[in-house]
């Protein structure tokens, strides 16, 4: 793994600074969008960092604001918010063509930025992608607190602190939900999901498999996979894929 690049702070469309980390190369762009309280400096984000420089092809990194190392505040993020940094890191590097590659939350996170993008959107990638799961990740007294505008904590596999989910990002996520219709996307899909995972459950990825109206759509399940895919072997996975994509 290579050294990272220092980061580069734009602008965002809410006045706060966002981090992001960016090679030029060539197209389509590949755009990293992490999970829910992750971030650029991940496994997965560096490895596809990594791969896009040995190829030659542009590729750009980013944090939402409040995770990483950009400004804000975590309580106020929301899908929507999210949506719209990505959309004008897109335009502020000039990108206009590009592979959103989605991990968990950034999953539901790029079928949001490619409907907000159009054309530019090539291609998704999701790695365990959780469309909706402000629906089928909470049980009814947990929707039943966030609806009354309370913050729940829940256990944090990943790490010390609990995580938390406010008010306002399962309101947002219940006004975008989009398992339950046509998702408006005709370009190529690919859906990486570990059969192991214990997030999200991998019938979402044919949930979503049969939501898309693209026909160019497929489906790879790894047996053992867990939530974070970042095992080599899942990494090589990864990097298969965007390699049998980008040269189609």
Request: charged share 15%.
């Amino acid at each position: 793994m290579t050294t990272p690049l220092p980061p580069r702070f734009i602008p965002g469309p809410h006045g706060l600074r966002l981090a992001t980390r960016f090679v030029p190369g060539a197209g389509p762009a590949l755009v990293f969008l992490p999970g829910y309280m992750s971030d650029m400096a991940g496994g997965k984000a560096q490895a596809v960092m990594d791969w896009a420089v040995a190829q030659g092809r542009a590729c750009l990194l980013l944090d939402y604001s409040g995770c990483g190392l950009s400004e804000g505040e975590f309580a106020q993020g929301t899908l929507s918010r999210w949506r719209d940094e990505v959309v004008a890191l897109v335009a502020a590097h000039d990108l206009n063509e590009v592979v959103l590659i989605g991990s968990s939350m950034g999953g539901w996170l790029m079928l949001l930025v490619a409907q907000a993008l159009g054309t530019t959107a090539r291609a998704l990638v999701g790695l365990a992608a959780a469309p909706d799961f402000t629906t089928w990740g909470y049980d009814a007294d947990q929707q039943a607190a966030l609806a009354a505008g309370e913050t729940i904590l829940e256990d944090n596999p990943y790490g010390p602190e609990p995580t938390p989910t406010h008010a306002a990002f399962w309101a947002d996520g219940q006004a975008l939900l989009q398992l339950n219709d046509t998702v408006p996307f005709d370009g190529a899909v690919r859906l990486i999901h570990g059969q192991a995972d214990a997030d999200v459950p991998w019938n979402i990825a044919l949930r979503l498999a049969a939501a898309l109206r693209s026909a160019d759509v497929q489906v790879h399940l790894i047996k053992d996979g867990d939530h974070r895919l970042s095992r080599p072997q899942d990494i090589a996975v990864l990097l298969a894929t965007l390699t049998q994509l980008l040269s189609e």
